[in-house]
T-cell receptor
Framework: AQSVTQLDSQVPVFEEAPVELRCNYS??????LFWYVQYPNQGLQLLLKYLSGSTLVKGINGFEAEFNKSQTSFHLRKPSVHISDTAEYFCAVMYGGATNKLIFGTGTLLAVQP | NAGVTQTPKFRVLKTGQSMTLLCAQD?????MYWYRQDPGMGLRLIHY???????AKGEVPDGYNVSRLKKQNFLLGLESAAPSQTSVYFC????????????FGQGTRLTVV
């Protein structure tokens, strides 16, 4: 079945500390992977995406993610977080052959504390 | 430069009532989607459309109907609302093609009592 898993529902972290948000997807020949961010009471906006090529993808606001095909993962990282990064982060996947559908994970709430 | 606009933003319905949520996009996107967001469940796809006059079922289509009579509009209907349909509903659109960015509306918070 086509799915994406975000095991951590909430990640608390102190300001200026590094953070990693985990995302795993069900294996497929071709996948396209995305991270979206949702600030309180807003819609979602794209942070970064992986389509092909280099497995390390850089996005907005200092975030980056690494595509790992053998581990079927696409973890999101930031070396130093700010209070303003507090938001919910969603991993999403689009499978080759079904590129009409964008399937989301359950989300991870990043709570940055001073 | 409106992007994706959802109407209304908030609504309270009584069980059994019907309503229509409107999504309008001004970016000439081919694909449009309706999701619902519930705590701990992320965004689940209700219905989607790959072009004017076409619709398809997503993961949780039961209790909802959709129509895409015009390219820029995607309507989500609830014929007989149930408390289980209390949720935040998001519309999104994106251009045709692999990996194109989806743009989201601000959401509609629906409560069914």
């Amino acid at each position: 079945a086509q799915s994406v898993t975000q095991l951590d529902s909430q990640v608390p972290v102190f300001e200026e500390a590094p953070v990693e948000l985990r995302c795993n997807y069900s294996s497929s020949v071709s996948v396209y992977l995305f991270w979206y961010v949702q600030y309180p009471n807003q819609g979602l906006q794209l942070l970064l995406k992986y389509l092909s090529g280099s497995t390390l993808v850089k996005g907005i606001n200092g975030f980056e993610a690494e595509f790992n095909k053998s581990q079927t993962s696409f973890h999101l990282r930031k070396p130093s977080v700010h209070i303003s990064d507090t938001a919910e982060y969603f991993c999403a996947v689009m499978y080759g052959g079904a590129t009409n559908k964008l399937i989301f994970g359950t989300g991870t709430l990043l709570a940055v504390q001073p | 430069n409106a992007g994706v606009t959802q109407t209304p933003k908030f609504r309270v319905l009584k069980t059994g009532q019907s309503m229509t949520l409107l999504c309008a996009q001004d970016m000439n996107h081919e694909y449009m989607y309706w999701y619902r967001q519930d705590p701990g469940m992320g965004l689940r796809l209700i219905h989607y459309s790959v072009g004017e006059g076409t619709t398809a079922k997503g993961e949780v289509p039961d209790g909802y109907n959709v129509s895409r009579l015009k390219k820029q509009n995607f309507l989500l209907g609830l014929e007989s609302a149930a408390p289980s349909q209390t949720s935040v509903y998001f519309c999104a659109s994106r251009p045709r093609g692999v990996g194109t960015e989806a743009f989201f509306g601000q959401g509609t918070r629906l409560t069914v009592v």
